[in-house]
Antibody, heavy 120, light 107 residues
Framework: DVHLVESGGGLVQPGGSLRLSCAAS????????MHWVRQAPGKGLVWVSH????????TYADSLKGRFTISRDNAKNTLYLQMNSLRDEDTAVYYC?????????????WGQGTLVTVSS | EIVLTQSPATLSLSPGERATLSCRAS??????LAWYQQKSGQAPRLLIY???TRATGIPARFTGSGSGTDFTLTISSLEPEDFAVYYC?????????FGPGTKVDIK
């Protein structure tokens, strides 16, 4: 079974940084592109970032303006999201998600999410 | 950026009834339209991709249809576990975008 387990969320002050991790199991992690998708409290889903299976291509939502960095360690089966200069509006549950390798940008499995709260 | 609009925002129905959810795109997304279900406090789950193909393990009561800019998710007979929020998503253009969701709640 595919398992994606996020960690690293928590309370951070505006302007602060946080690094999220996603531990993957149950599939060959190095063969799949991965995503981060977020959901503000009571709101809808918003795509954040995508990384190709080998890490060679990374894309981001325009609204992030260079504050977030996606990365992966295929030897550790782990996906990361480094978030800097955090703002109140970054408060959300952050989901790690797997891309369907045959259909780019189709998410076929999601983790349970980790809550990031940006507040003073 | 492709904007997806979903209607209605909320659909109040009883178990056994038919649910019809709509998703409209600001321009044609070809057949690259998916539907996800999200139950309260849970992660989303893929239901339908490429307009009408059910994901693994999805019951036949879920049907997707449409083309171009107008798409529909139909649940033929609502089961108690189907009361949730449903999101459409397009992947035809970067960035991938989601609709605002339709909540199906119990009448």
């Amino acid at each position: 079974d595919v398992h994606l387990v996020e960690s690293g969320g928590g309370l951070v002050q505006p302007g602060g940084s946080l690094r999220l991790s996603c531990a993957a199991s149950g599939f060959t992690f190095s063969s799949y592109s991965m995503h981060w998708v977020r959901q503000a409290p009571g709101k809808g889903l918003v795509w954040v970032s995508h990384i190709k299976s080998d890490g060679s291509i990374k894309t981001y939502a325009d609204s992030l303006k260079g504050r977030f960095t996606i990365s992966r360690d295929n030897a550790k089966n782990t996906l990361y999201l480094q978030m800097n200069s955090l703002r109140d509006e970054d408060t959300a549950v952050y989901y790690c998600a797997r891309d369907d390798y045959r259909r780019l940008y189709l998410v076929d499995y999601w983790g349970q999410g980790t809550l990031v709260t940006v507040s003073s | 950026e492709i904007v997806l609009t979903q209607s209605p925002a909320t659909l109040s129905l009883s178990p056994g009834e038919r649910a019809t959810l709509s998703c409209r795109a600001s321009q044609s997304v070809n057949y690259y339209l998916a539907w996800y279900q999200q139950k309260s406090g849970q992660a989303p789950r893929l239901l339908i991709y490429d307009v009408s193909t059910r994901a693994t393990g999805i019951p036949a009561r879920f049907t997707g249809s449409g083309s171009g800019t107008d798409f529909t998710l139909t649940i033929s007979s609502l089961e108690p576990e189907d009361f949730a929020v449903y999101y459409c998503q397009q992947r035809s253009y970067w960035p991938p975008t989601f609709g605002p969701g339709t909540k199906v709640d119990i009448k």
